[in-house]
């Protein structure tokens, strides 16, 4: 391996070194209902699932229709409701509703150390799981 190789390399590692992040597995029941409290004032919430390549998103507002979007038009079938207090809600947990949530609107959590580098915490996510 090269000089060069070896120091990019140890940079990348470094950089790796000190990142942290938050995740969570959730394990729901197929066709049972399913809350989540994402916390205060998270009222959008982004989920990633096999329903629809790409990133889906849910809005706290009091006409949801239980639908994800994409791009405000399309729209991604549920039974999810996104409460004004962050709790999101599935009436019926189905396989489409299987896949990761986080939250977009979360606070940056990148710290300057007292080494001088700089620590990051990546956004929350989470992981739904179907039990078995």
Known sequence: MGVKHFLAALIFVAIIYNVYSAVAVLEAELGKEVKLDFGK????????????????????????????????????????????????????FSKDDIGSYEMPLEASKIKANKKGGISAVANSLIEIVPRE
């Open 41 to 92: 004032g998270m009222f959008l919430i982004k989920r990633r699932t096999k329903a629809f390549e790409g990133p889906q998103y849910l809005f706290a507002s009091p006409k949801q229709d239980g639908t994800w979007t994409t791009d405000g038009k399309t729209k991604i079938p549920s039974t999810a409701h996104l409460y004004w207090n962050s709790t999101l809600m599935f009436r019926k």
